[in-house]
């Protein structure tokens, strides 16, 4: 079963507004990767996080990993119609499989 | 630099077919992971290939095979197609063995009727 759990798994966001997803693993994960994949697309890679408590800032959006390695969080600001799309975390279970959450799939109203 | 190239993009086969998938990588990618994405189970692991060997095998039967050749070049192979089998089969490379980060080819949207 999956070994990556991803809430929520739609977000419907006014425009501007803030929201964040959650992504949880049941072990403790060796890195985590996000990735977005627009409708119609494919994912696309957007950054790793190794470490500890990372932090890691990408204009608006920034992203966690929890303390424990179990845990991490995206938080997009001020959401904009570009940010549509699908995001999904995966979990580097050790250093040679990735397990993929079922995504939060994100709509904005304008 | 070109991406991660797949083909075909779509393809329709009947059931009890057999299908194969093609992905070249990224130049000096060395690591080529396949993924079926459907919308009820997601993102779901094959398998992944480094150095012409199959490092690591996700929990499909053995109709999904793949191989990779000496210029990383991979290809997918599902024999015997199920209805179930409809979904979009991504390709992922990576310079490196590991989960590193991928960059995904478009995809091949294969449908099984």
């Known amino acids: 079963g999956q070994q990556v759990m991803q809430i929520p798994q739609y977000q419907h966001v006014q425009e501007g507004e803030d929201f964040t997803t959650y992504c949880n693993s049941s072990t403790t994960l060796s890195n985590i990767q996000w990735y977005k994949q627009r409708p119609g697309g494919h994912p696309v890679f957007l950054i790793q996080l190794v470490k500890s408590g990372e932090v890691k800032k990408q204009k608006r959006l920034t992203f966690q990993f929890g303390e424990a390695k179990k845990n991490s969080s995206l938080h997009i600001t001020a959401t904009q119609t570009t940010d549509v799309g699908t995001y999904f975390c995966a979990g580097a279970l050790n250093d040679y499989k990735l397990s993929f959450g079922a995504g939060t799939t994100v709509t904005v109203r304008a | 630099k070109a991406g991660v190239t797949q083909t075909p993009r779509y393809l329709i086969k009947t059931r009890g077919q057999q299908v194969t998938l093609s992905c070249s990588p990224i130049?000096?990618?060395?690591?080529v992971s396949w993924y079926q994405q459907t919308p009820g189970q997601g993102l779901q692991f094959l398998f992944e290939y480094f150095s012409e060997t199959q490092r690591n095998k996700g929990n499909f039967p053995g109709r999904f095979s793949g191989r990779q050749f000496s210029n990383s070049r991979s290809e997918m192979n599902v024999s015997t197609l199920e209805l179930g089998d409809s979904a979009l089969y991504l390709c992922?490379?990576?310079?490196?063995?590991?989960?590193?980060?991928?960059?995904f080819g478009s995809g091949t949207r294969l449908t099984v009727v």
């Open positions: 130049s000096g990618h060395r690591s």
């Open positions: 992922a490379s990576s310079p490196v063995l590991g989960t590193h980060g991928y960059t």
